[in-house]
T-cell receptor
Framework: GESVGLHLPTLSVQEGDNSIINCAYS??????FIWYKQESGKGPQFIID?????DKRQGQRVTVLLNKTVKHLSLQIAATQPGDSAVYFC???????????FGAGTRLFVKA | SAVISQKPSRDICQRGTSLTIQCQVD?????MFWYRQQPGQSLTLIAT?????????ESGFVIDKFPISRPNLTFSTLTVSNMSPEDSSIYLC??????????????FGPGTRLTVL
């Protein structure tokens, strides 16, 4: 079945450095790829999405890169701040559908 | 945005009993989803509950175990029936707005933490 997974379960970065969180997916029939941030005790929060026909999209301090050749998705966070500490999930929305499938998650620790 | 509240926020239940989780949204939404998240793990979609139609369940989830109601555009309930310790998890309600960008953004409730003894 479809699945979305991550390479690294935890990532520790120094405050001010850039963070890169990676994700591998297996389903080619996805319309959008999405990144969510989940802080402790809260539900996930939408960060950014990218359509499957794009390879890069930038938001505020975040950039998402999509490489469909190797089925790889990454989230880059510039100038990482303590408030960025959370679990980050990649997710995908299958073509023609509305449901979202979540990946395994990476916990980001930001060291002051 | 959409603000979602869930009741109860947490509960400890005995095996064999049932628990109904309520989800209230501050605006009318067509698409509503129920997810399960075990501690330290990802979210697994249980079912899609759109108003005016029967809930659609994902593989591994059945209506007898997780009956869902969707009486209107702002409210839904998920019941966890005949509970066992394996049902211990966080249950999350989520909604997606239609016709409003970003189109893939889903809003999540704070979750209901269920422990089954």
């Amino acid at each position: 079945g479809e699945s979305v997974g991550l390479h690294l379960p935890t990532l520790s970065v120094q405050e001010g450095d850039n963070s890169i969180i990676n994700c591998a997916y297996s389903n080619s029939a996805s319309d959008y790829f999405i990144w969510y941030k989940q802080e402790s005790g809260k539900g996930p929060q939408f960060i950014i999405d990218i359509r499957s026909n794009m390879d890069k999209r930038q938001g505020q301090r975040v950039t998402v890169l999509l490489n469909k050749t190797v089925k790889h998705l990454s989230l880059q966070i510039a100038a990482t701040q303590p408030g960025d500490s959370a679990v980050y999930f990649c997710a995908e929305t299958l073509t023609g559908g509305f449901k979202t499938i979540f990946g395994a998650g990476t916990r980001l620790f930001v060291k002051a | 945005s959409a603000v979602i509240s869930q009741k109860p926020s947490r509960d400890i239940c005995q095996r064999g009993t049932s628990l109904t989780i309520q989800c209230q949204v501050d605006s009318q939404v067509t698409m509503m989803f129920w997810y399960r998240q075990q501690p330290g793990q990802s979210l697994t979609l249980i079912a899609t509950a759109n108003q005016g139609s029967e809930a659609t369940y994902e593989s591994g989830f059945v209506i007898d175990k997780f009956p869902i109601s969707r009486p209107n555009l702002t409210f839904s309930t998920l019941t966890v029936s005949n509970m066992s310790p394996e049902d211990s998890s966080i249950y999350l309600c989520s909604v997606k707005r239609t016709g409003v960008a970003p189109y893939n953004e889903q809003f999540f409730g704070p979750g209901t933490r269920l422990t089954v003894l």
